[in-house]
């Protein structure tokens, strides 16, 4: 019985594995000034995968997304955005994975979300300003780089917490128990309209 629970959980993880895969293939720019600032929605399989299986199994998800993207398309930036994807969906997706997991609840899901947006936004601007703007051979004067983390990583990374975080609150509850088999604490189901 294990090995078939465990087989389940494989077959879920590659099908969200795939799904967020195929939406990294649909972006768009919503800061003019910095377009390589492109959002998707490839984290919404990752967090509801996260949701139901766990913060590690968000992580492996996240992880195959982006080994994905690169087998099937390559990397346009030596690495650095899958690199810089992996990093800022990790920081949203386990927090508040962690969150809900502790008691299964609408109010923890919210809370949750609200926080990974939260922690996105710290750890995303701390792995561009450290690691992935000087790996991708970026120099900016203090005055560049203030006005890139204020009016393009700021936002950018609110504006996709929101989506994200909205587009997984509309769709878990409808597959928590047909496809996840996530059995919500007793007279307080997640996202319920209760």
């Known amino acids: 019985m294990k090995e078939r629970n465990n087989l389940k959980t494989l077959i879920k993880v590659a099908l969200l594995s795939a799904i967020a895969f195929i939406l990294m293939y649909i972006d768009f720019p919503v800061i003019p000034m910095f377009p390589w600032l492109k959002i998707d929605l490839s984290e919404v399989p990752v967090l509801m995968g996260a949701f139901a299986f766990g913060p590690g199994i968000g992580i492996v998800i996240e992880f195959i997304k982006n080994l994905l993207i690169v087998v099937m398309k390559g990397s346009q930036t030596g690495l650095v955005g899958e690199v ?8 949203m997706v386990v927090p508040a994975a962690m969150i809900y997991k502790r008691n299964k609840t609408k109010r923890n ?5 609200i926080v990974g947006i939260l922690v996105m936004e710290v750890v995303g601007i701390i792995a561009n300003v450290y690691f992935l703007l000087p790996a991708y051979g970026m120099q900016m004067s203090s005055a560049d780089l203030m006005q890139y983390v204020t009016v393009g990583l700021l936002p950018f990374n609110g504006i996709k917490g929101v989506l994200i975080s909205v587009a997984t609150y509309m769709l878990y509850k409808k597959l928590s128990v047909t496809v996840f088999n996530d059995r919500p604490a007793k007279n307080n189901v997640i996202l319920d309209n209760k």
């Open 109 to 113: 899901a919210i809370i949750g979300m």
């Open 84 to 91: 810089a994807n992996f990093i800022v969906g990790i920081a």
